[in-house]
């Protein structure tokens, strides 16, 4: 099981337990994490679940997909290191990963 910390736009952090193969929203909403909305329940139809994974995790993350870019657009204060959480995937390779999360949705 990995180790996700969720940073809140305040600098407030939370380290919570994955399930591997559930994605980084689901995970927040598992755990009541504040900041991820997820209003389309993953399906990478809006930008609810906006992150900004923290750079030393951005480039150990698989490349997001042209959908996920396109959904970006519609993200408030989106960064070079923004990502869909409802895209990224929990496995062993993402133990220890750090998000944060913005402070306005959508």
């Not at 591997?20 to 399906?43: F, H, S, Y």
Request: aromatic share 4%; charged share 25%; glycine share 6%.
């Amino acid at each position: 099981m990995a180790k996700i910390t969720f940073i809140d736009n305040e600098g407030a952090s939370r380290t919570v337990d994955a399930e591997d193969g559930a994605t980084v929203m689901e995970t927040a909403l598992r755990n009541d994490v504040p900041g991820i909305e997820a209003e389309c329940g993953g399906a990478c139809a809006c930008a609810t679940c906006h992150v900004y994974v923290e750079e030393s995790w951005f480039a150990k993350l698989p490349k997001a997909e042209q959908m996920e870019e396109d959904m970006l657009d519609f993200a408030s204060d989106v960064r070079p290191t923004s990502r869909l959480s409802c895209q990224i995937r929990v496995s062993a390779a993402t133990d220890g990963l750090v998000v944060t999360t913005p402070e306005t949705q959508g």
